[in-house]
């Protein structure tokens, strides 16, 4: 049976030079990055070789990059340290964060007694930077913004550099999670002034359980992981050296490819939306994710016009692999925040989202197969809930 990936929003294969290139750091560079002996200043000097390349990338300053687990640890870090030691009384975010970033918020009111003002999206889940205006200028408390760059379910992009720029202008420190669009659109961080960014290797073709911080060197933040000196002591433990290595590797093929991989993954986005639109009546696409403006191309979430919880199954039995929204909220029983934010009751209870997620490798024959597939999944459900309403 033929396997379809569609599911990159979750996770993305690793390519062969990103296997090589970690297989070859494991038998060759296996020393402890803090030994002073030439096995660890080897690994040592690999892990500051990445750092300099994200640097570069970024256009920071290697020093503000801190090596974490992953974008999850790296936002957490950034948000619970803020509370603890750099005074933040405030919190202004969006119902529509990634779990990690809404429950370290949820954290840190409840166990700091830190306010936590939301800005609610509209219906195609865009943030309103008038309120966000309004609510900085609202208090004196000092304030931390979270704000993610690009929604991991529905693709919507905010416009960062706007967003820092508010934040500035009202003396407010401003995190946007960036997991999705890291080594996916060109970032520069000299010229947007984002205070704090989060990564995760394994959202370009890199390594699960590696990523990394971006902490802007003036804001003072300190680390919550202690016990020893590695990442300029804002995160403690031996370093994931391997890892670290099949990131750089992974950003530096995205990177040399992003225009190619870009272009492809635009024009399979559009010829699925136009294949579904042709194939299923009825069908919609949520946020802007069907869109090109303000929309990431790696995205688009579908909304069928029948309610079947167990479409992902069927899915998945046919050999497709692909998400109802996103991953950390897998096989729970009700919507998603971003989908209660985005549709209205009536499309809650009677339609069927499906975030289909695209990389590189993504070729318009899985598009037709998963298309078909899902075509013969729709016309078997339609009849049988005819017959279950007839028999009624």
């Known amino acids: 049976m033929s396997k379809i990936y569609l599911d990159n929003a979750a996770t993305t294969p690793l390519t062969e030079e990103v296997i090589d290139a970690m297989v070859d750091t494991m038998k060759m560079n296996f020393g402890n990055p803090s030994s002073t002996h030439s096995f660890g200043q080897e690994a040592k000097i690999l892990i500051e070789n990445v750092r300099r390349q994200v640097a570069d990338y970024l256009k920071v300053t290697p020093a503000e990059i801190i090596f974490t687990s992953c974008g999850t640890e790296s936002n957490n870090m950034i948000i619970k340290s803020a509370v603890s030691h750099l005074g933040i009384e405030r919190i202004i975010s969006s119902p529509m964060e990634h779990k990690c970033v809404s429950e370290s918020i949820l954290d840190v009111k409840s166990r700091k007694g830190v306010e936590v ?96 911080a971006f902490i802007r060197k003036s804001s003072g933040l300190k680390g919550i992981i202690t016990g020893g000196p590695q990442e300029r002591s804002l995160r403690a433990g031996t370093e994931n050296v391997a890892g670290i290595v099949g990131l750089g590797k992974a950003l530096e093929i995205s990177l040399n490819k992003m225009e190619e991989f870009s272009n492809h993954m635009q024009m399979i986005k559009d010829y699925t939306k136009d294949k579904l639109t042709e194939a299923i009546p009825g069908i919609k696409f949520n946020g802007r ?53 985005v549709l209205s009751e009536d499309q809650i209870d009677d339609c069927t989202p499906l975030r289909i997620s695209f990389s590189h490798l993504t070729t318009k024959e899985d598009i037709d197969f998963f298309v078909n597939a899902l075509q013969e999944i729709s016309a078997d459900f339609l009849v049988i809930e005819k017959t279950n309403v007839e028999h009624r």
């Open 289 to 341: 994710s069907a869109e090109k403006e303000n929309s990431l191309y790696t995205v688009l979430s579908a909304l069928l016009p029948y309610k079947n919880p167990l479409i992902g199954l069927q899915l998945d039995m046919k050999g497709i692999a692909i998400s109802q929204g996103s991953a950390c909220s897998s096989g729970a029983t009700k919507p998603s925040m971003v989908m209660m934010m």
């Open 117 to 212: 003002n939301y800005i609610r999206p509209n219906e195609k889940g865009d943030i309103d930077l008038a309120k966000l205006q309004e609510l900085l200028k609202s208090s004196e408390k000092k304030t931390l913004v979270s704000l993610m760059h690009a929604n991991n379910e529905i693709g919507n992009l905010i416009d960062i550099k706007k967003v820092a720029e508010i934040c500035k202008e009202n003396n407010a420190l401003f995190h946007s999670d960036t997991v999705q669009t890291m080594a996916h659109i060109p970032l520069d961080f000299e010229d947007i002034r984002v205070d704090f960014a989060s990564c995760s290797a394994h959202k370009f073709h890199g390594p699960k359980g590696v990523g990394f």
